[in-house]
């Protein structure tokens, strides 16, 4: 079985998720994977759909019962600890304290103005009853400032709670991937067609304005599944390029089960 090449290495034991059963691969610590994936422990097995973005992490059998090893390093909840993002109301608050009482699906988006994020909204929302019973709060961040974020939430009649992150420092600690050859890809430019054609449009105003072209209009976002506690983030799937949205039913599963 052979593996995508990628600059993160690592020498677990992955379990690859496929329709019909389940096999396991031994990687020889040489062997290079996917380079976002975040670094696990030993004791970690990785559950990977076929789409190798789509990580959730459980405890090994071994070890002491209900102690679960993080998704994320030490250094990447502590800083996420420091970084403040801002809701409608302009009031500031630790991004941690979104998921320290409770769990919460978190989306972060491209930017404010993205019509792939307008999507993305939906997509979850779509779900967000089945959330609700589970007594899981549906939230999104965008990279920008207060004023965009409540064009955003004017626009699309998101149901889940909106907060911006002016300081685009979550992003940053979750070591999101950046660049213009993420965002233009031959995908992304046919997700953007075929939402047009379902009537899903960018605003092209909020595009435009310096701070998205500048820094948030490059950056691609993600989703996690955190809560409760402030470090207890059980999923994350982080975009390897513009819409790249994950299977529902991974989130759900991560959040409702």
Known sequence: MACSPSTTLL???LHLNKPTNMCRLHVHPTIPLNQNLPIYSKNNILKLSTNQ????????????A????PVL?????????SVKVFD??????PISDLWRDRK???????H??????????DYLASKKDVMDASGVALVLIGPG??????????????????YADPSHLSYEALKFVSGVLTTFTPKAGLKIIQLYMEGYRQDWKLSFEKDTVTRGGWKQGGIIVAGPGKSNISYIHKDKEAGDDPEIEDILKACCS
């Open 112 to 121: 404010f103005g993205c019509v792939l994020c307008r999507k993305r909204a």
């Open 88 to 93: 409608l109301n302009g009031n500031g608050i």
């Open 104 to 110: 919460a699906v978190v989306a972060f988006a491209r």
């Open 53 to 64: 973005h789509h990580v959730i992490t459980t405890p090994f059998a071994s070890g002491a």
């Open 11 to 13: 020498s677990n034991s």
């Open 145 to 162: 400032s207060i004023d965009q974020a409540k064009t955003f939430a004017e626009q699309t009649k998101f149901e889940g709670e909106i």
């Open 66 to 69: 209900g102690v679960e090893s």
């Open 73 to 81: 390093s030490e250094d990447t909840t502590s800083s996420l600890d």
